[in-house]
């Protein structure tokens, strides 16, 4: 038996046991510290059926992949040239290809998707985003989920929950709310007026950690100067609580370990860094942070302690909402960004106005269709990489398990590409992924990280743990015209009144990114008059699509669910940046229904 681990995009990098002669069947590694003894179905099965580019092409023709990789040579000696990569896949080998834009002065991306803004927050208060370890969530008597699906994007979480009491902040009725002790159904985008609400009670209330805050954080008055600045019965009513479901929770979390599991869907917003960072204010303002049992947990940086090999700097344009058109050669690497990139109108269009689109990647989708060259890549069992996560410490080998004749790895890729443009060939594969495993240390069959703290900033803030924490004490933002999701104008000298909804994009249970099962499907509260399976059209500032209805009581009447796989979601979304961390605002738009 072969242990190897999976690489999907995924917090949970659970451990995988198989050999070369029983394959394509696997089983959960039993005693890696996060499988837990299962694997998800998007891992034993719908990876497994989606359809795979298979072979090279150039112009929708068939060829070698020897003639594919010369023509891809051949693109990148233009002047202006891109590389755009996704995350379908999270070992560390995917991000080599960075040297070879390094040598050819390429143009690479910086910010993110996904998480950007959120982590911005986190560094504004702590300085530094360390993963909070898995057992201190096991350690920890109640656990607050706010704005996280756990049941689908770390279901693996699941165990350490049993026994618990929990708290579930979440506009949607989710698998894990129907479970818990309380269930806030907070308005979309009201989670910093939430967290700012808490703090405030919970120092009105003598709830405050007095002793903790002494050492880790004086500046606490000045905090809740700050937390006064919002009028406490517009707030409330805006985000839907009163102050005996406030107090309900204050009660539960008070004298309790406590760690809060934070969600993306929290700081989707141009103004995510607030939220992330008011969260962080109300878990000091508690103490229940840098203590056994307690922590606030968001998406950790996963290199944080490496000396990154394939860090390089040059020129770097936004990853969210990058300009295409402004590039002659366009090299997409392990993404799809016609449709995962928000306002893919505009996608389409500046890709279709690039000389040259080149497709490097595994699963046919919306992007390869329109690639001038499509390169097929190899999978995380057809080739040798290293696995991190950003939600636990552990670093994992990633082994050969099977043979693929058609695709190519990203080394290969990176040294064959070198060496057509004459450059030096990269040293041995074996030697980047040595340099990974030899900057951790080794603890029974598995590898820790050097970030690898038991209990994160328990000895202090910042990089060298000598820094208090910083509240947070500003915050811009439009109340009022957050809070309104109605609107009239004249048409034909008639007035229509157009009702507007939030839109919230969750992921969806199986499916990963734009990979794996989707479908159009809009999930509607029923006061909304809309039949199941009613084609119904959406429309935004940004574009339309049409999607099909699927009703739900759970719903919130004032927001409407498409996951974020969904065919066409992205037709809707803005291509903006948030104020701070270079981050997609996926949910920064309204909805109306034609």
Not at 139 to 152: D, F, L
Not at 500 to 526: C, G, M
Request: hydrophobic residues 35%; aromatic residues 10%.
């Amino acid at each position: 038996m072969i242990k190897t681990t999976c690489g999907l995009d995924c917090p949970d990098a659970c451990g995988i046991t198989t050999s070369t002669q029983t394959f394509p069947k696997i089983e959960a590694d039993k005693k890696h510290p996060t499988s837990n003894g299962t694997l998800c179905s998007l891992l034993n099965r719908y990876m497994f059926e989606e359809p795979r580019v298979k072979v090279a092409k150039i112009e929708g023709k068939e060829v070698s992949l020897d003639i594919a990789m010369e023509a891809v040579a051949n693109a990148l000696k233009s002047d202006k040239k891109l590389l755009w990569r996704g995350s379908g896949n999270f070992g560390v080998m995917q991000e080599i290809t960075n040297l070879l834009f390094e040598k050819i002065e390429g143009t690479t991306t910086k910010g993110t998707l996904c998480d950007g803004a959120g982590d911005e927050g986190i560094l504004k208060g702590r300085e530094v985003n360390r993963i909070l370890p898995p057992e201190q969530i096991a350690n920890a008597e109640v656990v607050v989920v706010w704005g996280k699906n756990i049941t689908v994007t770390a279901s693996h979480l699941m165990p350490h929950l049993k026994g618990k009491k929990i708290i579930v902040i979440d506009p949607i009725k989710t698998a894990i709310a129907k479970q818990a002790d309380i269930h806030l159904q907070v308005a979309p985008r009201s989670d910093f007026y939430t967290a700012i609400m808490l703090s405030r009670f919970a120092i009105m209330g003598d709830y405050e950690d007095v002793e903790f805050i002494e050492e880790f954080a004086p500046d606490i008055e000045d905090f809740y100067d700050f937390t006064k600045e919002f009028r406490i019965r517009p707030i409330l009513d805006y985000i839907g609580t009163d102050l005996s479901e406030m107090g309900k929770i204050l009660e539960m979390i008070s004298g309790k370990k406590t760690v809060f599991l934070v969600g993306n869907g929290v700081q989707k917003y141009s103004n995510g860094h607030h939220v992330l960072h008011a969260i962080d204010s109300l878990a000091v303002t508690l103490g229940k942070i840098a203590k056994e049992g307690c922590g606030v947990a968001f998406l950790g940086n996963s290199k944080l302690g490496f000396d990154n090999p394939f860090e390089i700097k040059g020129k770097k344009v936004q990853k969210a909402t990058t300009n295409f058109s402004e590039f002659d050669t366009v090299l997409i690497q392990g993404g799809n960004p016609v449709a995962s990139m928000p306002n893919s109108s505009r996608v389409i269009d500046e890709l279709k106005k690039s000389k040259t689109v080149i497709y490097f990647g595994l699963y046919e989708n919306e992007t390869s269709k329109i690639a001038d060259i499509v390169i097929p890549a190899k999978n995380f069992f057809e080739k040798e990489d290293i696995r991190l996560s950003y939600a636990h410490h552990i670093v994992s080998p990633m082994r050969t398990i099977s043979s693929c004749d058609y695709g190519i790895s990203e080394y290969d890729f990176t040294s064959t590409l070198l060496q057509n443009l004459g450059y030096e060939a990269l040293k041995d594969e074996s030697y980047y992924l040595n340099l990974w495993l030899e900057q951790c240390t080794k603890k029974e069959d598995y590898y820790l990280s050097p970030a690898y703290q038991e209990i994160p900033y328990a000895d202090g803030f910042g990089e060298d743990e000598d820094e208090e924490f910083v509240f947070i004490e500003e915050y811009s933002d439009d109340f009022i015209k957050t809070k309104q999701f109605t609107r009239a104008r004249k048409k034909s000298k008639k007035e229509i009144i157009i009702t507007e909804y939030w839109l919230i994009t969750p992921k969806a249970s199986k499916a990963l990114n734009t990979q794996f099962k989707r479908d159009n499907r809009v999930i509607l509260h029923p006061s909304l008059g809309f039949e199941d399976n009613q084609s119904i059209t959406l429309y935004s500032n940004y574009g339309e699509h049409k999607f099909v209805v699927k009703n739900d009581e759970e719903m919130r009447n004032d927001a409407v669910l498409i996951y974020a796989n969904s065919i066409g979601v992205n037709f809707l979304t803005p291509d903006i940046l948030s104020e701070e961390g270079d981050s997609a605002c996926y949910q920064e738009v309204k909805i109306s229904i034609r």
